[in-house]
């Protein structure tokens, strides 16, 4: 638990001293939100939400969609430390793999929930989504429930491949990917009858269901319950096979 510790203070301390990659990431989507918020405010009526302005869908979808490529940044955070030789460093410490791996994961889930948060915040103030009877206690938990999963399958990714170039496919298909078969770019109902199959088999899917939940049928905590156990349940497995693949004397490539 020490060495976990110390790994977090050291994450967040190179965040602090190099916050743009957030920067930009926060402000990326709240370019595109009022770009598709019509178009998906005439798609929600369309599917029987009278009323919904159209933020209730693109305000999370933008947030599930560029949350993936913000959880891309605990993966690289495995291949900056080799890259700078200061990975020798740390397996020299009384860190044992295991707590190498979760002094990565766990400040970058507290980074991720936060970055959700504050987008949802500018969604609101910029586009005038409300909770309409929702719980923010059920949304907050769903932020949480997504951050575990998506950080899970990037340090599971990080741990199995050997280059950078290999993590950074893996971030930017997987979130077009997931993003898209998940209901983030449409809702899911107006998917292709194949891709509403396949669906479910994606972090974003039951992230967008939570948030689907509170924002457009003004659900509770009681409503989130089976996307947050199914999100939780996947980080479990995901956390399970990345710390048996992990090798810390296995060398990255973080230039080439």
Known sequence: MRATLAMTK???RILRNDPWFLVIMFGMPLVVMPLFKQTMGLSLVASGFEGASGAEQVVPGQ????GFFVGGSAGFSIFREHGWKTWDRLRASS???VSLLAGIAI???MIHVAYQAVLFLAG???LGLRFNGGSPVAALLTMFGYSVV???LIMLAASSFRTVHQLSAVQNVGAMAFGGLGGALVPHDQLPGWAQAVAPFTPAYWAMD????VFLEAGGIDDVLVPLAVMLGAGAVLS???ARRFRADETKEFFA
């Open 150 to 152: 998506v950080i899970s």
């Open 124 to 126: 609101g103030l910029a």
């Open 95 to 97: 860190a044992s793999p």
């Open 210 to 213: 939570g948030f689907r939940s």
């Open 107 to 109: 400040p970058w889930i």
């Open 240 to 242: 399970a096979l990345a």
């Open 10 to 12: 050291v994450q967040l």
């Open 63 to 66: 947030v599930v969609l560029f």
